[in-house]
């Protein structure tokens, strides 16, 4: 009796799917919930390693969770708008629908062929007219609380996507999405007011305990908060005046000169006055090659003098205003007041361009070397600030603030790096903007009783741009205020709009006449355990609390945090090959005497280091070709195994070929046992002496595996199960109690291993004769199992280890001090006796002597 996958695993998933195994009953069950979610995937119609892993990382914990008599929430669907779609219709001229549907049918099948324990009655997808109709409705919902606006503004621009990118898309100045330099571009673009919601998505971060502190982190990092000052410099000779905003206001009287973005918009009429205006243009675009995320200390400070003065607030002294590379136009006011003398960057502009250093603190205590060779960046005392003279810095910041509020030239403040969410795209393959531009109304939101408004499927996609701006079916239509003639806007919405709610509608995924039944979202919601990557942490992450918040407070829920508790997996790492720079795929190389060749041509292969798959460099596995070799379980066993969920796990062959002779040992013992496990009985009393020892291993191994999976240790809580059948194979039967402690073991390990391996663990409890695994619950623990007849205690002497005693477990302090006497550790000691014993009660004892 051979284990054989490909027969028992299409079984078991038929099953599973015909008797609905996994569904979740809601509200009325009865039963606490236990909402259990991984980040859906794009349709892209091929299954990766890192969606087997992520995938599996969740299957473990909602099997685990049903078996612990939850209602377990654990849904799939598809985040089916975007890019790929729109590319694969160009270059294989089909609408994009077909190609995303039929992506859509190929992916469901493989995630069944993994066995993950999904309610498939509740799957959507987002490119569904009835799913993106409640999007719509969000939108105007929005619009009519003011929280949606359309503006003109410089943009993101990525030419090989055709389109706006939001300031989170962007990565070191390229597309995040395959890596094309980012350019900027002035267009008109709908914009949510995220920044409306800036306090409260950066106060509640300290109110989710269960999520990673580095994603926290980067959240803060990101929304970027600062307490500060805003400080009015007027122009000289004009009725101007320019903003600043600084966290530093006890260094305002060593500011020697202003810098400001060449995107400001005063820049353009500062340039048309000048008479360097051709210098200055030069200038201008040189710095607009330079994207905002690139803008770093890693380039050199460059500015230009624009002929223009402002004047200082306090001491009325003219100040130089400068163009610079390094200031950012939609960061604080896009002026920065610089104060070179506790400012490394402006130190290094002033010193370039030879403008004055001014020190205006100094340390409290210490010595203070002038001229400066660096900026002094700390706080101290004030100097050379007239008034200010001798406050100490954080004193100084509100003196200083307060005379600028008195005077009329200031006003204290916070500022946040947080932008608002530009949200529109000039793209097909998206959900339509439901706005509507009118001559006579101007821009007015579709009403709610037409929606959705629908994005053709069956469409002619041959160009490179979007075919709603020539469709004239899509686009003309009638006002909804004065019913006259107007026109559709034909932008899409940003994908991440989809992955922002999505969560929400599996609570309630056909409802008609709303989005979702508030009775049956409050009920199922906030996420329990949501698990993705950290590259979404100031992307997705963001934007679905924000939306959360606002749904919340357009009265669909009644929470404003849609997730308690994150994990963040590691990616999949594999080793490159490559000859001559060209990279080969793992299947066509060889290890032959000490060397990797390439199989056919027998070239001398190099190994590159390990990093994340990718299939530009070939390093990559095939899940489906790994399924048909080993089987599903397999597969997941060795991703659960290799690395604990949040550390990359490294790809190994020998892993797999490793958990697959685990599998079949598995196999083996149990079926080779079944006759023992279908007559044992029950043990409801510790077992004799000769079976003692795997009775108590056995309740171990279920407590640290019940254990480990609620802390997502999965490789150890695979390697006790491991460490259970190696003692199950040792032992030895004699008797009819050995035989059914033996039975005892056996069961466990097929319970246990099961949310890890379900195909494997069915049949063999189906062939055992017990009930259907997914339906019972997890074994339990008996204690009196796991109490010690034997404990063992270290002995050291003067600190180090020099035996090590087995004694009863209910062995007295002073019976232990007279064992730890009756031997002999006399060479181990420098005054030849015992002169103390320090006892920690079932641990050591150390002998002081």
């Known amino acids: 009796m051979h284990y054989k996958p490909s027969e028992i695993e299409p079984k078991w998933q038929k099953k599973w799917n015909e008797e609905k195994t996994f569904s979740y009953n809601g509200k009325n069950s009865g039963k606490k919930k236990y909402y259990i979610l991984e980040m859906f995937p794009y349709p892209s119609g091929k299954l990766h390693m890192g969606h087997v892993r992520n995938y599996s990382i969740g299957d473990v914990v909602a099997r685990y969770h049903f078996r612990k008599g939850f209602d377990v929430l654990h849904p799939m669907g598809w985040d089916a708008f975007g890019l790929p779609a729109e590319n694969a219709a160009i270059e294989n001229k089909i609408p994009p629908a077909r190609w995303t549907y039929s992506n859509i049918e190929a992916m469901r099948e493989r995630f069944r062929q993994l066995g993950f324990s999904y309610d498939w009655d509740r799957e959507i997808a987002t490119c569904s007219p009835e799913y993106y109709r409640w999007e719509q409705r969000f939108f105007i919902e929005m619009f009519n609380k003011d929280l949606v606006y359309k503006k003109k503004n410089e943009v993101n621009w990525c030419p090989q996507c055709n389109t706006v990118l939001a300031n989170e898309q962007v990565e070191d100045g390229v597309c995040w999405r395959h890596g094309t330099p980012v350019t900027k571009k002035k267009i008109e673009q709908w914009y949510f007011k995220i920044t409306e919601y800036a306090q409260e998505l950066l106060e509640t971060l300290n109110d989710m305990p269960g999520w990673p502190d580095h994603v926290k982190d980067m959240q803060r990092n990101w929304i970027g908060k600062s307490t500060g000052t805003y400080i009015d410099f007027k122009f000289e000779g004009r009725d101007e005046n320019v903003t600043v905003f600084t966290t530093r206001p006890d260094t305002l009287m060593g500011v020697t000169f202003a810098s400001m973005a060449v995107e400001h918009p005063m820049a353009a009429e500062i340039i048309e006055r000048s008479p360097q205006k051709e210098e200055m243009n030069e200038f201008v675009g040189e710095v607009k090659k330079l994207h905002e995320n690139m803008r770093d200390d890693a380039y050199e400070k460059k500015g230009v003098f624009t002929g223009e003065y402002l004047i200082h607030p306090v001491s009325e002294e003219k100040i130089p205003l400068y163009f610079a590379n390094f200031v950012l136009a939609d960061y604080g006011t896009g002026v920065v007041m610089a104060v070179p003398a506790h400012d490394q960057r402006d130190f290094e502009f002033a010193t370039k361009y030879g403008l004055p250093v001014k020190v205006v603190i100094r340390p409290e205590d210490g010595e203070f070397f002038e001229p400066l060779k660096e900026a002094y960046t700390e706080p101290g005392v004030m100097v050379n600030s007239g008034r200010f003279n001798g406050l100490l810095s954080e004193k100084g910041k509100e003196a200083v603030s307060n005379h600028l509020v008195e005077t009329g030239c200031g006003k204290t ?17 998206g959900t339509p903007i439901p706005m509507i531009n009118c001559e006579k109304c101007g821009t007015v939101p579709e009403k ?6 629908k994005l053709p499927e069956d469409v002619d996609f041959s160009g490179s741009t979007s075919p709603l701006k020539d469709m004239l079916e899509f686009y003309e239509t009638e006002c909804p205020v004065c019913g006259n003639k107007a026109k559709r806007e034909t932008d899409t919405m940003d994908t991440f709009v989809e992955s922002s709610w999505y969560h929400m509608k599996y609570c ?3 409802s008609e006449n709303e989005p979702f039944s508030r009775f049956e979202v409050d009920h199922s919601m906030p996420v329990d355990k949501y698990i993705g990557g950290v590259e979404h942490a100031v992307m997705h992450l963001l934007y679905t609390r924000f939306f959360t918040k606002v749904l919340c407070d357009l009265g669909y829920v009644s929470f404003r945090e849609p997730v308690k508790d994150l994990l963040t997996q590691g990616m999949v790492c594999m080793e490159t090959y490559s ?6 795929y793992p299947e066509e190389v060889a290890f032959e005497n000490g060397l990797y060749r390439q199989i056919g041509t027998g070239r001398e292969v190099k190994v590159g280091r390990v990093e994340k798959m990718s299939k530009s460099k070939k390093n990559v596995v095939d899940p489906v070709k790994l399924i048909g070799k080993y089987g599903a379980d397999t597969a997941r066993l060795f991703v659960l195994f ?3 969920p949040e550390k990359d796990l490294e790809w190994s062959e020998e892993g797999v070929e490793g958990c697959s002779r685990f599998l079949n040992r598995v196999w083996n013992i149990v079926t080779a046992n079944i006759d023992i496990i279908k007559g044992s009985k029950e ?22 595996v019940s254990d480990d999976i609620e802390r997502f240790h999965f490789n150890t809580a695979i390697s006790a199960i491991m460490e259970l059948v190696n003692a199950s194979y040792k032992f030895e039967l004699c008797t009819d109690e050995t035989k059914d402690v033996l039975a005892e073991a056996l069961r466990s390990v097929i319970l246990l291993l099961n949310p890890f391996a379900p195909h494997i663990t069915e049949e063999l409890a189906e062939m055992c004769g017990m009930p259907a695994v997914a339906k019972q619950k997890m074994p339990e623990v008996n204690k009196r199992a796991l109490e010690k007849s034997e404990i063992l205690i270290v002995v050291q002497v003067n600190g180090k280890v020099r035996d090590r005693l087995m004694l009863p477990a209910d062995i007295s302090t002073e019976d232990v001090e007279k064992e730890v006497r009756s031997r002999d550790y006399s060479r181990f000691l420098k005054s030849g006796e015992i002169k103390k014993l320090i006892y920690v009660p079932g641990k050591l004892v150390n002998v002081v002597g």
């Open 413 to 429: 403040g916070v500022n946040y790096r947080l932008r608002d969410w530009g949200i529109s795209r000039q793209r097909f393959w």
């Open 448 to 453: 709610v009783e037409n929606l959705p408004v």
């Open 508 to 510: 309630d995924p056909h």
């Open 579 to 584: 000859v001559n720079g060209e990279y080969l």
């Open 642 to 644: 290799a690395s604990p």
């Open 683 to 704: 043990i409801t009393e510790p077992p004799a002496s000769k079976g003692r020892d795997l009775w108590a291993k056995t309740h171990e191994t279920i407590k640290k």
